[in-house]
Nanobody, 114 residues
Framework: QVQFVESGGGSVQPGGSLRLSCVASKLLFSLYNMGWYRQAPGKQRELVASITHHDITNYADSVKGRFTISRDDAKITMYLQMNSLKPEDTAVYYC????????WGQGTQVTVSS
């Protein structure tokens, strides 16, 4: 079963930055398109950024220009650099394949508040 472990979340003030990391196991990582998802309280999980196995990236309009997704296939790791954070970015962030597999990690909490 595929496993994902997310890390790097925390509490920051508006305008701050965080870098999330995702390590995948039991997955031929380099063959898959991958994505970062988030779920805010009371809302459905949404895809915020994706990267193909050819490193083509795509972003939700709400994060475009502020977030950068990247991957290191040799380290079986994916990253999400988040800059200019806003309170509305507060959510639990998850990584998964894109489209997602049924197996989700525990996520990492990001809280943006003054």
């Amino acid at each position: 079963q595929v496993q994902f472990v997310e890390s790097g979340g925390g509490s920051v003030q508006p305008g701050g930055s965080l870098r999330l990391s995702c390590v995948a196991s039991k997955l031929l990582f380099s063959l898959y398109n991958m994505g970062w998802y988030r779920q805010a309280p009371g809302k459905q999980r949404e895809l915020v950024a994706s990267i193909t196995h050819h490193d083509i990236t795509n972003y939700a309009d709400s994060v475009k220009g502020r977030f950068t997704i990247s991957r290191d296939d040799a380290k079986i790791t994916m990253y999400l650099q988040m800059n200019s954070l806003k309170p509305e970015d507060t959510a639990v962030y998850y990584c998964n394949r894109q489209p997602p597999s049924p197996s989700w990690g525990q996520g990492t909490q990001v809280t943006v508040s003054s």
